[in-house]
C-alpha cells in the first residue's frame, strides 16, 4: 500500500513570497489533516478535511494561509505572503475517516515539506 | 487549554537497557492517546493507540500505559536496540474549539548507543 505522498520535500523562499504544498493522501482515506511542525516543537494542526469539507479550521492562519481539497483526495496548502515564521516542516496525515472522521483513528503522515523563508 | 508535556527531552542509553518514556497532560477529558516515532527527515509513524477506557497497550518491545485521573502517560521500551533511536511524541485527542484535535508534545529525543 502506497504512503502519504508529499511534494516537495524541501522550499527555500524569501519572505513576502507565495509557496504551495502539494499532499496525495492514502488511497481511500476520507479524512486529511495539514500539520505545522516548528524546530523543537510538536506538530501543531492547521486544518483537518473529511472527503472536500473542512472539518476544523480553527488554528489556520486565515489571512496568509489557504488549503483546499478538491474532489476529496489530493490536497493543495498555500502561504502568501510567507513571513520568517513560516519556517518549519509542513506534514500531512491522512485516516479513514470513519465517523465523519472525529474517532481516534491511527494517522499515517507523509515525509514533510521543509520550508525555510529567508 | 489542554498541554501535553514530554520528560525528558533528551536521553541516551546504551544497548540493551530497558527505558521509560514520560508524557503528561493537564485536562483528563482525552478521548484517546497515541505514541508516535520520528526519524529525521520523515514523517511520523504511530506506534500505539491507546482509548481512554484502556489502560495500556503492548506490541511487540513496547507497551504504553494511560493514567487518566493522573493525567499520565509511559512508554516502556525494553532491550532498546540502535535502531530504537528516533524523536518520540505522544499526543492526545482532545476537545479544543469545539473539534477533537491531537495536542503534541514536543517529544523525546532518545539515542541507543550500540
Known amino acids: 500500500e502506497a504512503g502519504v505522498a508529499q511534494s516537495p520535500r524541501y522550499k527555500i523562499i524569501e519572505k513576502r513570497q507565495s509557496v504551495a504544498f502539494w499532499c496525495n493522501p492514502i488511497?481511500?482515506?476520507?479524512?486529511l489533516y495539514w500539520y505545522q511542525q516548528i524546530l523543537g516543537q510538536g506538530p501543531k494542526l492547521l486544518i483537518q478535511?473529511?472527503?472536500?469539507?473542512?472539518?476544523?479550521d480553527s488554528q489556520l492562519p486565515k489571512d496568509r494561509f489557504s488549503a483546499e481539497r478538491l474532489k476529496g483526495v489530493d490536497s493543495t496548502l498555500k502561504i502568501q505572503p510567507a513571513k520568517l515564521e513560516d519556517s518549519a516542516v509542513y506534514l500531512c496525515?491522512?485516516?479513514?475517516?470513519?465517523?465523519?472522521?472525529?474517532?481516534?483513528?491511527?494517522?499515517?503522515f507523509g515525509p514533510g515539506t521543509r520550508l525555510l523563508v529567508l | 487549554k489542554q498541554e501535553v508535556t514530554q520528560i525528558p527531552a533528551a536521553l541516551s542509553v546504551p544497548e540493551g537497557e530497558n527505558l521509560v518514556l514520560n508524557c503528561s497532560f493537564t485536562?483528563?477529558?482525552?478521548?484517546?492517546l497515541q505514541w508516535f516515532r520520528q526519524d529525521p527527515g520523515k514523517g511520523l509513524t504511530s506506534l500505539l493507540l491507546?482509548?481512554?477506557?484502556?489502560r495500556e497497550q503492548t506490541s511487540g518491545r513496547l507497551n504504553a500505559s494511560l493514567d487518566k485521573s493522573s493525567g499520565r502517560s509511559t512508554l516502556y521500551i525494553a532491550a532498546s536496540q540502535p535502531g530504537d533511536s528516533a524523536t518520540y511524541l505522544c499526543?492526545?485527542?482532545?476537545?479544543?474549539?469545539?473539534?477533537?484535535?491531537?495536542?503534541f508534545g514536543t517529544g523525546t529525543r532518545l539515542k541507543v548507543l550500540a
Open positions: 496525515a491522512s485516516s479513514l475517516g470513519l465517523a465523519g472522521g472525529n474517532m481516534g483513528e491511527t494517522q499515517y
Open positions: 488511497s481511500g482515506h476520507a479524512t
Open positions: 478535511f473529511q472527503n472536500n469539507g473542512v472539518v476544523d
Open positions: 485536562d483528563s477529558a482525552i478521548y484517546n
Open positions: 491507546i482509548q481512554s477506557s484502556q
Open positions: 499526543a492526545v485527542r482532545s476537545l479544543t474549539s469545539g473539534t477533537y484535535k491531537y495536542i
